[in-house]
């Protein structure tokens, strides 16, 4: 499904508080609430919940509609979101932390680093590179992966990514298929594909000796103050969670209608719009947000480099992607699930960005442009 709803949310980009009547912010703030309200009536919204940032702060957070329709549980900055593909930005500062560690460089071989070999077999001899996982040029293909159901109901998969990965990449796998790769050759062309992301993160997992989730807590979450983020659905308090209001996940069985997947690192990420921005407001600030750094600013510097690899809507940076929204070019990522719809984006040249989540499932894809519209411009007009 991960396929079906990344297209659905990328296609946002592709077509083109308390009454003060003294305080234009508040009122500014007021108009913008209702028109959110407005958009969640007419294109069928569960909830919208949004973050804020200019030059290095989060200057607004709130959320509009309900996280839990039958339990009367209103959205709030607050809310814990499943994110989908926004969790490979996270995926990707992950790997680049072990890249400015000095444990590999770019153009390596991933092999290097693999209890297994990885090759496309039209090309056995054409290394995969990290770049190439980075920019979803690495030839690998999700057409094969969409035979497969990896989803676990209510609870987290039980399949290792170890066990994912080598089943889908050595020759004796049950997954594999000369399908898991396209035809072209790698670092050539631009496919979009989860199962490259997912192992990036495995690759994290064998070059830091670590199991992936636990060094995102131990590098990313915990040092930003990200207290309520998390791959682990069995570490995220139930009742903090927005339901995925699509079938079959609700409203049939609400004492836990949320899911996992064993490639989480593509997807998986749980967190809130607050604890988000403190990623980006990082990203967007060299790599450090209150004297706390996650990444060095030259490692910072290449992760937005663009990389001249492209595809019908999108031209890739380090993970992180290059879009056009009605003529602004855009840097960050969309996602898109069962019952998930989210953005984060970011205006480089003014330093602003906005995060919003809703869990609805995208159906024309156009749900959250206009709302994003809405707040981007917020931002771009505030002083500070």
């Not at 509609?65 to 549980?73: Q, T």
Request: charged share 15%; with cysteine; glycine share 6%.
């Amino acid at each position: 499904m991960k396929k079906i709803f990344q297209i659905v949310a990328i296609m946002v980009f592709l077509v083109a508080c308390n009454k003060d009547d003294n305080n234009p912010i508040i009122n500014e703030k007021q108009e913008i609430i209702s028109f959110i309200n407005n958009e969640i009536t007419v294109k069928n919204l569960n909830s919208v919940s949004f973050a804020v940032v200019k030059n290095g702060n989060l200057i607004w957070s709130d959320g509009v509609g309900f996280a839990d329709k039958e339990n009367n549980i209103k959205a709030t900055a607050q809310t814990r979101y499943l994110i989908a593909s926004i969790s490979k930005t996270v995926t990707g500062v992950a790997l680049m932390q072990l890249y400015e560690d000095g444990l590999f460089q770019l153009d390596d071989d991933i092999n290097n680093h693999l209890p297994f070999s990885v090759r496309n077999p039209s090309f056995p001899n054409t290394p995969i590179t990290f770049r190439m996982l980075c920019t979803h040029s690495s030839s690998l293909s999700d057409a094969n992966y969409y035979n497969f159901n990896f989803y676990s109901y209510g609870s987290d998969s039980s399949v290792s990514l170890h066990s994912m990965m080598s089943q889908f990449y050595t020759n004796s796998g049950t997954y594999y298929s000369v399908n898991n790769f396209t035809t072209n050759q790698p670092g050539t062309t631009a496919e979009y594909t989860n199962m490259g992301i997912a192992l990036m993160g495995y690759l994290v997992e064998r070059i830091s000796q670590q199991p992936f989730d636990l060094y995102c807590n131990e590098k990313i979450f915990t040092p930003l103050g990200m207290t309520k983020t998390s791959w682990r659905l069995a570490q995220t308090p139930i009742n903090e969670l927005a339901i995925p209001y699509t079938e079959p996940f609700a409203p049939t069985d609400l004492s836990n209608p949320h899911y996992t997947f064993a490639d989480y690192p593509n997807g998986g990420l749980r967190t809130t719009v607050t604890d988000l921005s403190k990623f980006l407001i990082a990203i967007l600030n060299n790599g450090s947000i209150n004297g706390v750094s996650i990444l060095s600013p030259t490692t910072v510097y290449l992760i937005k480099q663009k990389s001249g690899i492209a595809d019908d809507v999108s031209e890739y940076a380090l993970t992180f992607r290059y879009f056009d929204l009605d003529g602004l070019e855009l840097f960050g990522h969309p996602g898109g699930e069962s019952g998930v719809n989210t953005m984060m984006f970011a205006d480089l040249n003014k330093d602003t960005g906005v995060i919003i989540f809703s869990n609805s499932t995208p159906e024309s894809g156009l749900e959250l442009k206009e709302i994003f519209k809405k707040l981007l411009q917020f931002a771009i007009n505030q002083s500070n």
